[in-house]
C-alpha cells in the first residue's frame, strides 16, 4: 500500500472557518492522487487549493432540511469537480439567487433562534448519500474517512458513509459541543441523551479518534473509552517564519524583532511595519506616534467581544494616565458587524480592516504585544473549556509576547502557561494593572515569546504533524482491513 492512505475530507473546508484552516494545514503535502474533499457549505471558490483536484460541493440532493425550516432556504445543487475549473456536472438546475426580502431576513433571525433555543438546530436537516454523491466517492475509493461534525445528523452521517462505503472512519473534534450546546435549549436532558448516544455511535464506528487539544484527549478517552489523539493547527513555515525567527545553534532562539526593536517602545522602522495596513483601514491616531503596539486578529463574536471592549476601556484609561498604547484589531467581519458589537467609536479607533492570511505573519511581527481574549462567562468557558484556538499556535509562532486575557482553565490558557510562553491575565478587575506589568517588563516578554516560538517550532510545524498524522491514519486502516 502507499504509505499515504486515500483519504476522504468530509468537513468544512473554507479557510473562513478555523476548523477548516486546521484541515488544510494537518493535510498540506497529502499526495493528490490520495485525498478528496466533500465539502459541507461553500462554493469551489472558497475551498480550492493547490495539491488537491478533487471536490464535492453538497447541495440539496444530500443535504434536506426539515419543514418547516426549508421555505426560506435557496436551493443549492451538489456539484463534483475534478479540479477548480473542470466541473464533473449531472445535473443542469441552474438557480438564480435573487436578493432577499427585509421581511423573509426577519423571518430567517426569527427561524434561528427558535431553532437555537428549542434545540431543533441539532436535527433540522438530514444527510444522504445522493446517487450523484455515491459516484463521485466510489470513483475515488477512499481507504478512510476523515470527518467532522457539529449536530446530530452530522454524527449520525459520518457513521452512514462507514457502512456505505466500507471505508475506515477518523473523526475528528473541535469543540466540546456535545458536553455544551444540549446546554442552551430549553429541553436540556433530552439533547443531552440525543447527542451523547449519537457520538457514542461514532466513537464505536470511528477507527481513529482525534481531538483539537491535550485537554479534550484525556477528559474524552476518559469518558468515552476510545483512544483520543491531539492535533490541533500545525504551522507552516514558509507562511509563518522569516529568517530572523529561525533556530540559531550558538544562541538558541531569536525571537523576531525583539532584540533590535523592540524595547517597549517602537522606533520609527517599527512603526511604519504596523502601519502596512489594507487600503480600508481605519489607523488608531497613537499608530503614528510612538506607542507600544497590541494586536488582535480574528472573531469577534459573544466569547471574545466581553474582554475585547474591557481591553479598550482599559488602554483608553490608561492613555488618560498619560500612557502611550494602542490597540488595533484585523478580524473578517465587516466594519457594520464591529460596529453593533463593540459601538461605533470604540470600532472607529480600533479597527483595521480585514487582512489576508498570506499578510498575518508580518502584522503579527510589528506587533509589540498580541492579545488573546476569551469571555470570563459561564456559557463561554463551558464550550471553549477543551479547545485549542487556531490562532494560538500561530501567535506563538510569530516571536511577539501573547498577553492572554482568558479564564485560567481553559485548555488555550494552560497550554500556554505549562509553557511559559504567554503571560496571562485571568482577573479582569486587575487588567490595567496586567497591561502596565506586560509593557514594562520587557525581560519577561522575551522569555515568554522565546518559550512561545521555541515550542511551535519543535511541536507544531506542519511537516513533522502531518507525518504524526499519516502514520496514525496508515495504521488505522491496516487495522480495519
Not at 45 to 66: H, K, N, T
Not at 78 to 104: C, I, L, M, W
Request: with cysteine; proline share 5%; hydrophobic share 40%.
Amino acid at each position: 500500500m502507499n504509505n499515504h492512505p486515500k483519504v476522504l475530507l468530509l468537513c468544512k473546508f473554507s479557510q473562513s472557518s478555523s476548523s477548516g484552516i486546521t484541515i488544510r494545514n494537518l493535510f498540506k503535502g497529502w499526495p493528490d492522487d490520495r485525498i478528496a474533499v466533500a465539502e459541507f457549505r461553500a462554493g469551489i471558490e472558497e475551498i480550492s487549493v493547490p495539491g488537491i483536484s478533487r471536490y464535492y460541493v453538497l447541495g440539496d440532493s444530500e443535504i434536506r432540511y426539515r419543514p418547516p425550516f426549508n421555505l426560506f432556504r435557496r436551493p443549492k445543487c451538489g456539484r463534483a469537480y475534478v479540479d477548480k475549473y473542470q466541473k464533473v456536472e449531472q445535473r443542469e438546475t441552474k438557480v438564480v439567487e435573487k436578493p432577499r426580502s427585509q421581511v423573509k431576513k426577519i423571518i430567517l433571525k426569527i427561524q434561528r433562534a427558535f431553532l437555537s433555543a428549542s434545540g431543533l438546530s441539532l436535527v433540522s436537516k438530514s444527510y444522504r448519500i445522493s446517487p450523484e454523491f455515491e459516484t463521485w466517492v466510489m470513483a475515488f475509493d477512499p481507504d478512510i474517512i476523515y470527518g467532522t461534525a457539529g449536530d446530530i445528523p452530522g454524527l449520525e452521517f459520518l457513521c452512514q458513509m462507514k457502512k456505505f462505503f466500507r471505508a475506515g472512519l477518523a473523526v475528528h473534534i473541535f469543540d466540546d459541543y456535545i458536553n455544551s450546546r444540549h446546554k442552551q435549549t430549553l429541553l436540556p436532558g433530552y439533547w443531552k441523551r440525543r447527542l451523547d448516544d449519537a457520538f457514542r455511535q461514532v466513537c464505536a464506528s470511528a477507527d481513529l479518534h482525534l481531538a483539537i487539544s491535550e485537554k479534550m484527549a484525556d477528559e474524552y478517552q476518559a469518558k468515552y473509552g476510545a483512544n483520543f489523539h491531539a492535533f490541533h493547527n500545525p504551522i507552516d513555515p514558509s507562511i509563518w517564519l522569516d529568517e530572523s525567527s529561525q533556530m540559531d545553534d550558538s544562541e538558541g532562539l531569536i525571537v523576531n524583532g525583539e532584540s533590535d526593536r523592540r524595547s517597549g517602545m517602537a522606533n520609527s522602522e517599527g512603526i511604519k511595519a504596523k502601519e502596512d495596513n489594507p487600503p480600508s483601514a481605519i489607523r488608531h491616531p497613537l499608530l503614528n506616534e510612538n506607542a507600544f503596539s497590541f494586536l488582535y486578529a480574528g472573531k469577534i463574536n459573544k466569547d471574545t467581544v466581553g474582554p475585547i471592549r474591557q481591553f479598550i476601556t482599559a488602554v483608553d484609561q490608561l492613555n488618560a494616565q498619560g500612557h502611550k498604547i494602542a490597540f488595533k484589531i484585523h478580524s473578517p467581519y465587516p466594519l457594520e458587524e464591529i460596529e453593533l458589537m463593540l459601538g461605533t467609536i470604540a470600532a472607529s479607533r480600533v479597527y483595521a480592516g480585514k487582512l489576508p492570511y498570506h499578510e498575518l505573519p508580518a502584522a503579527y511581527r510589528a506587533a509589540d504585544g498580541l492579545l488573546l481574549p476569551l469571555d470570563f462567562t459561564e456559557a463561554t468557558i463551558r464550550y471553549i473549556r477543551l479547545s485549542m484556538l487556531t490562532k494560538a499556535s500561530e501567535y506563538m509562532i510569530s516571536g511577539t509576547p501573547i498577553f492572554c486575557f482568558a479564564p485560567k482553565e481553559i485548555a488555550v490558557t494552560e497550554y500556554l502557561l505549562k509553557h511559559d510562553a504567554a503571560i496571562h491575565c485571568g482577573e479582569p478587575n486587575r487588567l490595567q494593572e496586567a497591561i502596565e506589568s506586560f509593557i514594562v517588563q520587557r525581560e519577561v516578554r522575551r522569555r515568554v515569546a522565546a518559550n512561545a516560538a521555541r515550542r511551535a517550532q519543535e511541536q507544531h510545524l506542519t511537516e513533522p504533524v502531518g507525518e504524526r498524522l499519516r502514520a496514525l491514519i496508515e495504521s488505522s486502516v491496516e487495522e480495519s482491513i
